[in-house]
C-alpha cells in the first residue's frame, strides 16, 4: 500500500505558459493519437515531429513503446494499468505543453474516458485528438511485431491476452478534431492533415 504524502505544497512559478509561449512563438497543444495496435500512429507522430521542427516549431514525440521502457515500465495492460499509463503520459505532456511545446502523442488509449479525462485537463483547443483510423484487419496485415498473430493464438487456447482489437475493446473516437484514413492515404498526406489543422487554428503563430 502507497502512503500518500501531505506535507507538500505547490509552488507558483513567476513566469506563466502564455510568457513561455511567447518567446518560442506558437500556441502550444497536445496532438493525440490514438488507434489499434500497427494502424501507423507512432509512423505518423515521428514524422509529424519532424516537419514542425524543420518549420522551426518546437514539438517532442511522446511515444507508448518508448515510455514503457523507462516511466511506465512497471505497467502491464490490464484496465487499471492502462488508465495509469495515460495518467502519467497526461502529466508529462501537460508538462512539455507547459513549458510552450506542441506535444505529440502516440498511444492506443483504449478507452474514451481516459482520453477526455486529458481532454479536461486543458484550455478549450488545447487538445487534438486524431483518429488514426486503419481497419483491424489491415492492422493486423501489418502485425510487425507479430502482436496480432500471438494473441488470436492466445484466445484459440482459451486463455486471453486482453489484446486491444481481439480480446480487449477499443472505445473509438466520436468527434476526434482530425480523423485519419491510412489505408486510404499515405504518411505524408496524414502528416500534412495534421500540419494544415495546426496551422488553421493558429497554433503555429504563422
Not at 513561455?20 to 497543444?29: K, L, N, Q
Request: glycine share 8%.
Amino acid at each position: 500500500m502507497i502512503t500518500k504524502a501531505t506535507n507538500i505544497t505547490k509552488h507558483a512559478a513567476k513566469v506563466t505558459a502564455d510568457q513561455r509561449a511567447a518567446v518560442r512563438g506558437i500556441r502550444p497543444c497536445i496532438v493525440w493519437l490514438t488507434g489499434l495496435s500497427a494502424c501507423g500512429k507512432s509512423t505518423i507522430a515521428m514524422e509529424l515531429e519532424h516537419a514542425l521542427i524543420a518549420a522551426g516549431h518546437p514539438a517532442y514525440v511522446l511515444d507508448g513503446d518508448n515510455l514503457r521502457h523507462g516511466l511506465n515500465r512497471d505497467l502491464g495492460f490490464t484496465p487499471r494499468d492502462r488508465a495509469e499509463n495515460i495518467r502519467r503520459v497526461a502529466e508529462v505532456a501537460l508538462l512539455f505543453a507547459d513549458a510552450g511545446m506542441i506535444v505529440v502523442c502516440s498511444f492506443i488509449s483504449p478507452y474514451a474516458a481516459d482520453r477526455d479525462g486529458v481532454r479536461h485537463r486543458v484550455p478549450p483547443g488545447h487538445f487534438v485528438e486524431v483518429f488514426v483510423d486503419t481497419p483491424l484487419e489491415e492492422c493486423e496485415r501489418r502485425d510487425p511485431k507479430g502482436l496480432y498473430k500471438k494473441a488470436r493464438a492466445a484466445v484459440a487456447a482459451g486463455s486471453g491476452l486482453g489484446f486491444t482489437g481481439v480480446d480487449a475493446p477499443y472505445e473509438a473516437p466520436r468527434q476526434p478534431e482530425i480523423h485519419l484514413h491510412p489505408d486510404r492515404q499515405n504518411v505524408a498526406q496524414c502528416v500534412q492533415e495534421i500540419f494544415d489543422y495546426l496551422r488553421r487554428h493558429g497554433r503555429l503563430g504563422d
